[in-house]
Nanobody, 121 residues
Framework: QVQLVESGGGLVQAGGSLRLSCLAS????????MAWHRRAPGKQRELVAA???????NYADSVKGRFTISRDNAKNTLYLQLNGLKPEDTAVYYC???????????????WGQGTQVTVSI
């Protein structure tokens, strides 16, 4: 049984930083494409950052240069470092595990329960 458990969310002032973690069990973070998504109030869920098995990454334009996705294979944990946070980054952040089909196309098989990030002015 695959489980993804996020942690690290919280309340932070604009310009601050957080690091989100996603502990995986029942699957290997190095054996699947992994990603972080977010859903802001009243908006659709969006892909924030993804990392493929080979280590290639891609980011939403809105977070490029501020967020960094990484993984620790020994800890079987996915991370998202959030720097330079803005109020518009306020959302529930979810990690996912899935597959890459090429041309920046993914499918996501497993999801975590989410962790809230709130950025105040």
């Amino acid at each position: 049984q695959v489980q993804l458990v996020e942690s690290g969310g919280g309340l932070v002032q604009a310009g601050g930083s957080l690091r989100l973690s996603c502990l995986a069990s029942g699957t290997s973070v190095s054996g699947r494409s992994m990603a972080w998504h977010r859903r802001a109030p009243g908006k659709q869920r969006e892909l924030v950052a993804a990392i493929r098995i080979i280590g290639a990454t891609n980011y939403a334009d809105s977070v490029k240069g501020r967020f960094t996705i990484s993984r620790d294979n020994a800890k079987n944990t996915l991370y998202l470092q959030l720097n330079g946070l803005k109020p518009e980054d306020t959302a529930v952040y979810y990690c996912s595990a899935g597959r890459y089909y090429g041309s920046n196309s993914y499918s996501w098989d497993y999801w975590g329960q989410g962790t809230q990030v709130t950025v105040s002015i």
